[in-house]
């Protein structure tokens, strides 16, 4: 079984930052490095969607077309942790922001590509 843990949410305002972790750990034959790790979010009343997401080696990453250039998604293999460095905040990105894991997906989009999910962390970008 696998387990997130995401850290770094709270309260910031617009123009500011916050980088975001997400700590993978579990019993299984798999090591962090061969899943594939994504983060989505979901507002109050809205669908979760897609972030961004990056590949088992950390060379491969796709971002949400609102997020690009202002997120970054990185990964360190040894410390079986993903990020999400947010720069440039706005109201908009408030959200509860999800960690998710899967070993076995060639896709980074889809919500359905991901087995493992975190308990979401909250992000409020004020005014």
């Known amino acids: 079984q696998v387990q997130l843990v995401e850290s770094g949410g709270g309260l910031v305002q617009a123009g500011g930052s916050l980088r975001l972790s997400c700590v993978h750990s579990g019993r299984t034959f798999s090591t962090f490095s061969d899943y594939v790790m994504g983060w989505f979010r979901q507002a109050p009343g809205k669908e979760r969607e897609f972030v961004a997401g990056?590949?088992?080696?950390?060379?491969?990453?796709r971002y949400a077309d609102s997020v690009r250039g202002r997120f970054t998604i990185s990964r360190d293999n040894a410390k079986n942790t993903v990020y999400l460095q947010m720069n440039s905040l706005k109201p908009e990105d408030t959200a509860v922001y999800y960690c998710?894991?899967?070993?076995?997906?060639?896709?980074?989009?889809?919500?359905?590509?991901?087995?493992?999910w975190g308990q979401g962390t909250p992000v409020t970008v004020s005014e």
């Open positions: 990056i590949r088992k080696s950390g060379s491969g990453t």
């Open positions: 998710a894991a899967d070993a076995t997906t060639a896709l980074l989009t889809p919500i359905t590509a991901y087995r493992y």
